[in-house]
C-alpha cells in the first residue's frame, strides 16, 4: 500500500495530541483533499461550503471552532478572507 507522507505525519501527530478530536481530524483530512485536488502547491482555498460535505461537519460553528484551533495548535495556518466571492487560505504545516 502506498502512504501519503501528508496524511502519515498528520496522524503520527494527531495519535499523541489528546486535544484533537475526530472533527478535528476529519476537518483536516478535507483541507488536505482540497489542498491536492488545487495541486497540491500553495494554500489551500477553503470555504465552509467546500469543506462541510467532505469533513462530514454538520454545522458552521463546530466547523469554525475546529478551524480555529488546528490553527492555534500549529497544524495549519489560517487565513480568513471575510469577503464571500473570495475563499480563505490555509497553509498546511507539513513536516
Given amino acids: 500500500m502506498k502512504q501519503v507522507p501528508e496524511v502519515t505525519d498528520f496522524m503520527t501527530r494527531a495519535e499523541l495530541d489528546a486535544r484533537l478530536g475526530p472533527m ?5 483530512v478535507a483541507i488536505l483533499h482540497c489542498w491536492l485536488r488545487q495541486g497540491g ?3 489551500a482555498r477553503i470555504s465552509a461550503r467546500d469543506l462541510m460535505p467532505i469533513s462530514k461537519i454538520g454545522g458552521l460553528t463546530p466547523m469554525y471552532r475546529c478551524l480555529r484551533e488546528l490553527h492555534e495548535y500549529g497544524y495549519i495556518v489560517y487565513e480568513p478572507s471575510f469577503n464571500p466571492a473570495e475563499k480563505s487560505k490555509a497553509f498546511l504545516r507539513l513536516e
Fill in 41 to 43: 502547491s500553495g494554500p
Fill in 24 to 28: 478535528h481530524i476529519s476537518l483536516y
